[in-house]
């Protein structure tokens, strides 16, 4: 049996995951787990609830390696857990040819592909932190507007009526610490 798994990151992205969905129902996925979540959150329920479906012969498949992990390490995790399993990872957008773990040419393939993946990642990563200093540097660069504190007079407000904590994060979409740190100003 094939088991599909289908990720976004974002809920901003339904036409990404409904086409990744589309793409595994194309390759024969008897069921696919989908579910929208950041690739760096470490418990995924749908992924979890993916690898506990698998049986003896089945193959787990996603469209990209991303969809997986952001690592080479995790990435490697992901395909010993699956084979612990008895089944086989199958990776569909590797240069127009499936990738499939159960050849010994595809793990060497998989591998070196998660290691150049994660490269260009930290690559990335390096120069956005130099485009972030330099803009520091001129001035130009102020860093995310602080949510909690724009809304520091509606929590007081919300408090000074006798609402919770925990509530008044809730209704205003903002962590409870950040609720305290309102309140602590005042």
Do not use: W
């Amino acid at each position: 049996m094939r088991i599909g798994y289908a990720r976004t990151s974002t809920t901003e992205q339904a036409a990404g995951l409904a086409a990744q969905v589309r793409d595994l129902e194309a390759q024969g996925c008897n069921r696919v787990f989908a579910e929208q979540v950041s690739g760096t959150i470490t418990v995924r329920p749908e992924l979890e609830a993916a690898i506990d479906y698998l049986r003896q012969g089945d193959a787990l498949v996603v469209t990209k390696p991303d969809r997986l992990a952001r690592s080479t390490t995790d990435l490697l995790s992901f395909v010993h857990r699956v084979q612990a399993k008895g089944a086989d990872l199958v990776i569909l957008s590797m240069g127009g040819q499936p990738l499939d773990t159960s050849s010994p040419t595809s793990k060497l393939t998989l591998t070196l592909l998660a290691a150049v993946a994660e490269f260009e990642r930290d690559i990335m990563k390096e120069r956005q932190a130099e485009g972030i200093a330099k803009a520091k540097a001129e001035g130009k660069y102020r860093g995310r507007k602080p949510t909690a504190r724009a809304k520091a007079v509606h929590v007081r407000a919300m408090s000074a009526e006798g609402v919770s904590p925990t509530e008044i994060a809730k209704r205003l979409g903002i962590g409870r610490a950040s609720v305290y740190r309102c309140l602590e100003v005042a």
